[in-house]
């Protein structure tokens, strides 16, 4: 049974998100990724393997090394998918915010 993953279940794990932002500025090996964590190879080898299958990161063959690097496409269509609910706790929160500056309690 090939189970295809949730990009949103994938970042909900810690160690991806560390990875996601460690290779946010700069393709890295899994050795080089691997080395940032205290955990086992073959643990940072499966979140590597989460990461690509839902298309956050990318691979690509360099000699014998495989660099892994960021899908800004897909990590668009996250934030994309995340703005509205961003702009609904703006609003609210400046509302709040609003509310609070002419606030005068009673004494």
Not at 78 to 88: H, K, L, N
Request: glycine fraction near 2%; charged fraction near 30%; include cysteine.
């Amino acid at each position: 049974m090939n189970l295809r993953r949730d990009v949103f279940q994938a970042i909900a794990d810690p160690t991806r998100r560390a990875i996601l932002l460690l290779v946010a500025s700069q393709t890295m090996t899994a050795g080089a990724i691997a080395s940032n964590f205290d955990t086992a190879r073959p643990t940072v080898s499966k979140h590597l393997h989460i990461l690509t299958e839902c298309e956050l990161l990318k691979q690509e063959q360099n000699g014998r090394e495989i660099h892994y690097h960021i899908n800004a496409k897909k990590m668009k269509e996250v934030a994309d998918f995340i703005e509205p609910f961003r702009d609904m706790w703006d609003e609210r929160f400046n509302k709040l915010e609003a509310f609070m500056k002419n606030y005068k309690p009673k004494n």
